[in-house]
């Protein structure tokens, strides 16, 4: 099983790393960013298809609400109902977990490219050598990497805590904009709980977890956000900043002025 990890997953990605870092100027921080892009390219089909998928549902919410009167003491009939509607609109509501499988094992394998590309004792760096491709030479010539980018060392956790923070904040915008708006007190507390768990859950494992591996989470977070932004707006994050989820105000129509009929 560990051979087959190495093979499918922690191998391709620490060499598609240190080639991109012998590209961009032996800079391991650009090579993490420029890697998120490319994951999230490779993944943008999916990704925008659990977008929609999230602004169908938004606009299923009245329909919902109706199904939630109708059949509020009979929760299997509403749950036969509610997975009915969801069939006609071509809505899965658990579309939004597939991203998050996918993302799963990539994080994991980043994480462990991180601390094998960054080693810096013998040991480690006759480890990494087993795992570079024979048939790239120049990747061996690489080693020892440079580890750091701005005030970072990638292999050891933010000591001025500014990648947690901006990984919270990050996500929790992303999770902003795709929240779904619901007049159910219920699904309202559960929405705004995941929506602050999340991103506190993300932002202690970058407290603790080499900076790189935070740098790819701010990185796939700006990224998701500007993608989020094209497919739906700001979504609910607008209700923050503005009447009726951001909306621009309307204006005065030309050649009209205020007193004259």
């Known amino acids: 099983m560990s051979q087959l990890w190495n093979t499918l997953i922690f191998e391709p990605m ?7 870092y012998s590209l961009l100027g032996q ?12 994951v999230r390219v490779l993944t943008l089909p999916i990704n925008l298809k659990q977008m929609r998928s999230a602004k169908a549902s938004q606009a299923l919410q009245p329909q919902l609400q109706e199904l939630q009167k109708k059949y509020k003491n009979d929760r299997e009939k509403l749950a036969e109902e509610q997975m009915k509607l969801y069939r006609e609109a071509g809505v899965n509501p658990l579309g939004c977990l ?45 080693i020892p ?11 050891r956790p933010d000591p001025i805590y500014v990648l947690p923070f901006l990984t919270v904040a990050t996500m929790w915008v992303q999770q902003k904009m795709m929240a779904s708006p619901s007049t159910d007190p219920q699904q309202q507390a559960m929405g705004q709980t995941m929506e602050l768990m999340m991103p506190m859950m993300f932002g202690f494992i970058t ?22 932004y094209f497919v739906s707006g700001w979504g609910s994050l607008g209700t923050l900043f503005g009447r009726k989820g951001g909306e621009a105000r309307p204006t005065q129509p030309k050649g009209k002025k205020h007193g004259r009929k």
């Open 14 to 20: 620490l060499n598609v790393l240190l080639f991109l």
């Open 27 to 38: 800079n391991f921080g650009l090579s993490i960013i420029v890697f998120t892009v490319l």
């Open 98 to 142: 597939v991203p998050t499988l996918i993302q799963l094992p990539i994080w994991i394998g980043l994480y462990q490219s991180i601390l094998h590309a960054l080693g810096d004792n013998p040991l480690q760096l006759f480890n990494l050598a087993r795992h570079i491709y024979l048939q790239f030479p120049i990747l061996s010539s690489l």
């Open 145 to 155: 990497l440079n580890s750091r980018f701005l005030w970072l060392n990638l292999g």
């Open 207 to 228: 407290l603790q977890a080499a900076s790189g591996l935070g740098l790819y989470f701010v990185a796939t977070n700006v990224f998701g956000i500007i993608l989020q």
